[in-house]
């Protein structure tokens, strides 16, 4: 079974997902090591890898060092053509459907054809959405786009919807690395009126609460990417808000 059809048939059971992001810039031997151990404890269910810039890290090195910790899945989840490595398992070919900028929408996919074909990678196309996060992020910097504003839930959705009328797999709403809030629930909700396909949200997402709320909002994978670089400890207490009594004993 590919890996979408298991992440679509485990949100058709209800069940929610999250993934821990990875940012190669960021991560030593020993982090990897105690994220890896934890993941396989709370039994995340993606790594995703990637970023919009990545200066000293290697993403290649980043893979192989996870596929050799750890059974998890692994996922690309490319700042550019460059970032593409047969070596992980899938990877979401984001379309930044958000944005107006060709570079992001087909251009670098244009790019990446021939070595995607030539590799064995499972390709989950995705409509990449930014939403604005309280600050100026990186990819909203780099990918020279405008993120929809937060209080423009109707924008987001049909943005979403036109994606899936296009074939697209996957919504991907973002508010980017490091955003000062996460993706707004309002936005979120919009988003699962409109579609059917799974919904991955992430940027911000720091405490239990933020995490309940999305999925509430009806999110169906998670990612979660600096809170966890800095508290590796968290992750434990983040994953376990994919379960419903989640908000029992609170
Ligand atoms: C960024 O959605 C991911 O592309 C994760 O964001 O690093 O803020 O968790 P954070």
Redesign the pocket.
Known sequence: MSLYQRMFETLQQGRRQMAV?IDPDKVNAKHLDELCKRAELASIDFFFVGGSLITRGNIHDTIRALKARTHIPVVIFPGGHQQIDGNADAILLLSLISGRNPEMLIGQHVLAAPRLKASELEIIPTGYILVDGGKMTT?QYVSDTVPIPTDKPEIAAYTALAGQQLGLKAIFA?A????LYPVPTSIVKAIRREVNIPIIV????RTPEQALDLYDAGADVL?????LENHPDQLEILAATRHPSARIGK
Do not use: D, F, P, W
């Not at 980017?176 to 955003?179: E, F």
């Open positions: 992001l990819v973002e980017g690395s490091g955003a992430g940027g911000g997402i990612v979660i990417g600096n809170h």
